[in-house]
């Protein structure tokens, strides 16, 4: 591996596949199901929907500066929303679709960015601390996408699917 752009484009192909994999993975009827015990739990359509920006919106925000949210809903912003106001995906072809156009986003920025701005452009993010390299925020909001993957990986086990860890890294 030559560039830390291409390092990153790497992550997200994997990341992106493994996630792609399990919303195969989840019934059409079960887009409404979220653990019984504990609050503010997302459903499993919301955390679709959720995986599907987890990514891009922020790689976006990151890379141009631009925060806007093509969303219809004015209380979404950059920062968490309680779980029973958060948007659900509309079905599991429409997150996939969702899913792949994030992804192509991401790719393109990663791109555009380069890796002289991804090493040494600093930024702060919107919801507070120090400025960092441009580069390390990406590579965080890839896990942010890895770390709401998992979930869905934990949400699909307790829904009684034979999943595995080949499912969890986008190998089965």
Same mark, same amino acid.
């Given at each position: ?16 596949? =493994?996630?792609?994999? @399990?919303?195969k993975l989840v ?8 653990? &019984?015990?504990? *609050? #503010? ?36 912003h950059v920062g ?14 429409? =997150?996939?679709?969702? @899913? ?12 555009? &960015?380069?890796? *002289? #701005?991804?090493?040494?452009?600093k930024v702060a ?46 190998? =089965?």
């Amino acid at each position: 591996m030559s560039t830390l752009t291409e390092l990153l484009k790497l992550e997200v192909d994997a990341v992106y596949r =493994a996630a792609e994999g @399990l919303f195969k993975l989840v019934d059409k009827d079960k887009l409404n199901w979220k653990p &019984a015990t504990g *609050k #503010n739990w997302m459903t499993t359509g919301q955390l679709m929907q959720h995986c599907t920006d987890a990514c891009g919106f922020c790689v976006k925000g990151f890379i141009t500066g631009d925060w806007s949210r093509p969303s219809a809903n004015p209380e979404e912003h950059v920062g968490m929303l309680p779980a029973e106001k958060m948007a659900t995906a509309k079905s599991v072809d429409d =997150a996939l679709k969702l @899913l792949a156009a994030d992804k192509a986003q991401t790719l393109k920025l990663i791109t555009e &960015a380069g890796d *002289k #701005n991804l090493f040494e452009k600093k930024v702060a993010a919107p919801w507070g601390g120090p400025p960092m390299p441009l580069g390390l925020h990406v590579w965080e909001m890839i896990g942010h996408l890895n770390t709401h993957k998992a979930q869905l990986y934990y949400y699909l086990k307790l829904q009684g699917k034979d999943v595995n860890t080949m499912h969890m890294w986008g190998a =089965a």
